[in-house]
């Protein structure tokens, strides 16, 4: 088993070029089977999420080629529609591939996404915009087969919950819809405006990315074009958490500020001195951070639910209290029995989390999921001593290189592999 051991209390340092977005290049990686020719994807981050994608698209008989930070995608020789379970179990997210299959193939067979570690996460909304603009969606046995049946035509949806998914897989399926779909009620994230870049690059008539309504003209064959990914913004919400518990001074490259505005504006409330101009982020903590008004988790432009675990680890190394309200996710507090190991004062009572701030310790602790394993770290980086973090899987679906990038700023951050069952 693959363990960081981490040497918490000493400050952050240095600058620091943000990966390329993994919630980005998931879709952008399916949109590539739209179009009949290779598409270059630029700033393609190294996550195993990625690769999950790419053997996806390897499998429905694409041409993958991938060096460094580059990935050709040749949809020409695309001639599968149908994802087997064991790619579709390894990440949630490849339900995008609906909409794409559906607007390229006219029909897409997968099974069905079912609970992850953030507690049930339905689709309901995905299938009810795909069945809206007339694909026909079966379940059976836990798989969804989908087909454009007697024909899948433009109209209007109105989304109840602005879901990101459910926003790209509409979109997505609104590119083989001969006619004008409206998305009413679409979710607002960056990543959804760099899909809608993509896909314009690549003759797409998509307008209205980052509002609620987003228009696409469908039915229009597309050409294969080259992108590049925007950077992680969760990535770089690590990163500001991490110098929040650990203090001293860093500069992120590669992500727009603007992306950030509600994080930036909490870890200003805490104490921190953060300045975001264009793609460049700074941020000094020469004390420990302090509490802050309720942090509620919303929908962009909203605080990201996928910053909360990472705050919640730097405020608990620090002075004062802070609420958490959780309103996008159940199962969100994974972490917050491990900080407690580290001695953080954290109360739960169900989507609300109490934190008051304290010296943490070192311990061993188990993330469970991508975002609050990464928040261990952050927790470790401020305690005092050697603590060991487990879930390195976890944060490999979602960090390029965690340890390294701490490393480069100073912190003193080792992967371990440890024999089975010593953790
Ligand atoms: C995406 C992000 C994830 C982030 C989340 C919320 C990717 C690959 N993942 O996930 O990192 O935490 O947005 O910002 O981009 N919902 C339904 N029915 C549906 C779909 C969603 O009820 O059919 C609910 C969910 O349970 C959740 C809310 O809508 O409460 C938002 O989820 P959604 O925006 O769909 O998240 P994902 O796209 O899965």
Same mark, same amino acid.
């Given at each position: 088993m693959c363990v960081y051991e981490i040497t918490g209390g000493r400050p952050l340092a240095g600058q620091l070029t943000v990966q390329g977005a993994k919630n980005s290049v998931l879709p952008i990686l399916a949109a590539a089977?739209?179009?009949?020719g290779e598409s270059v994807i630029h700033?393609? /981050?190294?996550?195993s999420d990625v690769s999950a994608t790419l053997d996806i698209l390897r499998l429905l008989g694409c041409r993958v080629a991938r060096e460094g930070d580059t990935v050709r995608i040749?949809?020409?020789?695309?001639?599968d529609s149908r994802i087997p379970d064991q790619l579709m179990g390894e990440m949630r997210s490849s339900v995008v591939f609906l909409g794409a299959l559906l607007a390229r193939c006219g029909g897409a067979e997968l099974s069905y996404p079912g609970g992850c570690e953030l507690g049930p996460r339905p689709i309901d909304l995905h299938l009810t915009a795909l069945r809206a603009l007339g694909a026909e969606v079966r379940e059976e046995g836990g798989h969804l087969l989908c087909r454009s049946g007697r024909g899948m035509a433009g109209r209007e949806l109105c989304l109840s919950i602005p879901s990101v998914g459910a926003t790209e897989n509409a979109i997505l399926a609104a590119c083989g819809c001969p006619g004008l779909t409206t998305i009413v009620g679409a979710a607002r994230e960056p990543e959804i405006e760099d899909l809608q870049a993509f896909l314009r690059s690549m003759g797409g008539q998509v307008?209205?990315?980052?509002?609620s309504v987003v228009r696409v003209l469908g039915g229009k064959r597309l050409h294969p074009a080259e992108h590049t990914v925007i950077g992680d913004r969760m990535a770089a919400a690590t990163y500001l958490c991490a110098v929040g518990a650990a203090g001293g001074c860093v500069c992120l490259k590669g992500v727009e500020s603007g992306c950030l505005t509600a994080v930036l504006s909490v870890l200003k409330e805490a104490g921190a001195d953060v300045q975001g101009e264009g793609d460049t982020l700074s941020i000094a903590c020469a004390a420990p951070l302090c509490g802050v008004r309720t942090v509620r988790t919303a /929908? $962009?432009?909203?605080? /990201?639910t996928d910053a909360q675990a990472p705050l919640m680890a730097a405020m608990s190394c620090g002075t004062g209290t802070t609420m958490f309200v959780?309103?996008?996710?159940?199962? %969100?507090? %994974? $972490?917050v029995g491990e900080l407690a190991r580290m001695g953080a004062d954290i109360q739960v009572d169900g989507r609300v989390a109490v934190v008051t701030g304290r010296p943490l310790h070192a311990a061993q602790v188990r993330g469970t999921d991508l975002r609050g394993s990464a928040a261990l770290v952050v927790a470790a980086l401020g305690a005092q001593g050697k603590s060991q973090v487990s879930g390195v899987r976890h944060i490999l679906r979602g960090y390029q290189s965690l340890d390294g990038d701490l490393r480069a700023l100073g912190a003193q951050i080792e992967k371990k592999e440890l024999p089975a069952g010593t953790h």
């Amino acid at each position: 088993m693959c363990v960081y051991e981490i040497t918490g209390g000493r400050p952050l340092a240095g600058q620091l070029t943000v990966q390329g977005a993994k919630n980005s290049v998931l879709p952008i990686l399916a949109a590539a089977v739209l179009a009949d020719g290779e598409s270059v994807i630029h700033n393609c /981050p190294n996550l195993s999420d990625v690769s999950a994608t790419l053997d996806i698209l390897r499998l429905l008989g694409c041409r993958v080629a991938r060096e460094g930070d580059t990935v050709r995608i040749d949809a020409s020789t695309l001639g599968d529609s149908r994802i087997p379970d064991q790619l579709m179990g390894e990440m949630r997210s490849s339900v995008v591939f609906l909409g794409a299959l559906l607007a390229r193939c006219g029909g897409a067979e997968l099974s069905y996404p079912g609970g992850c570690e953030l507690g049930p996460r339905p689709i309901d909304l995905h299938l009810t915009a795909l069945r809206a603009l007339g694909a026909e969606v079966r379940e059976e046995g836990g798989h969804l087969l989908c087909r454009s049946g007697r024909g899948m035509a433009g109209r209007e949806l109105c989304l109840s919950i602005p879901s990101v998914g459910a926003t790209e897989n509409a979109i997505l399926a609104a590119c083989g819809c001969p006619g004008l779909t409206t998305i009413v009620g679409a979710a607002r994230e960056p990543e959804i405006e760099d899909l809608q870049a993509f896909l314009r690059s690549m003759g797409g008539q998509v307008e209205g990315a980052g509002t609620s309504v987003v228009r696409v003209l469908g039915g229009k064959r597309l050409h294969p074009a080259e992108h590049t990914v925007i950077g992680d913004r969760m990535a770089a919400a690590t990163y500001l958490c991490a110098v929040g518990a650990a203090g001293g001074c860093v500069c992120l490259k590669g992500v727009e500020s603007g992306c950030l505005t509600a994080v930036l504006s909490v870890l200003k409330e805490a104490g921190a001195d953060v300045q975001g101009e264009g793609d460049t982020l700074s941020i000094a903590c020469a004390a420990p951070l302090c509490g802050v008004r309720t942090v509620r988790t919303a /929908p $962009h432009p909203g605080f /990201p639910t996928d910053a909360q675990a990472p705050l919640m680890a730097a405020m608990s190394c620090g002075t004062g209290t802070t609420m958490f309200v959780e309103n996008m996710f159940l199962n %969100r507090y %994974r $972490h917050v029995g491990e900080l407690a190991r580290m001695g953080a004062d954290i109360q739960v009572d169900g989507r609300v989390a109490v934190v008051t701030g304290r010296p943490l310790h070192a311990a061993q602790v188990r993330g469970t999921d991508l975002r609050g394993s990464a928040a261990l770290v952050v927790a470790a980086l401020g305690a005092q001593g050697k603590s060991q973090v487990s879930g390195v899987r976890h944060i490999l679906r979602g960090y390029q290189s965690l340890d390294g990038d701490l490393r480069a700023l100073g912190a003193q951050i080792e992967k371990k592999e440890l024999p089975a069952g010593t953790h």
